[in-house]
């Protein structure tokens, strides 16, 4: 066996990798390894389809969980979970803002209950 050749079975680990790799040239380059939230949330709009059913455990500042409505669209849903109080207001008055209220229900719980 030639040491040289590839080994394809490698790719097949983390698609998503692979494919941003592979589309490097196209994708716009802020979007790339600006950090790890950069990266995610792009492997997240690749990976996430209209009608998902999504968790975000720690909702936090809201902005990953109104990334999650945006990309679950009308027939999706997300559930957000945080123990904070002030994290769910945040959370709330940012999905407000945009309309996508209807489509996350804020639960004041640790993600230890999911």
Avoid at 6 to 26: D, E, F, H, K, W
Avoid at 88 to 99: K, N, P, Y
Wanted: aromatic share 4%; glycine share 8%.
């Amino acid at each position: 066996m030639n040491d040289a050749q590839p080994q394809t079975n490698q790719l097949a680990v983390l698609p998503g990798i692979c494919y941003l790799a592979a589309m490097s040239s196209r994708l716009p380059t802020y979007s790339l390894l600006r950090g790890p939230v950069a990266l995610t949330h792009l492997l997240l709009r690749h990976y996430i389809l209209p009608g998902s059913q999504l968790v975000d455990a720690t909702c936090g500042n809201g902005k990953d969980t109104l990334l999650l409505a945006e990309l679950a669209g009308t027939d999706g849903h997300v559930w957000a979970f945080d123990i904070q109080e002030t994290a769910l207001q945040r959370t709330a008055a940012r999905l407000a803002d945009v309309g996508l209220s209807q489509q996350v229900t804020l639960l004041h719980a640790g993600h230890e209950r999911m």
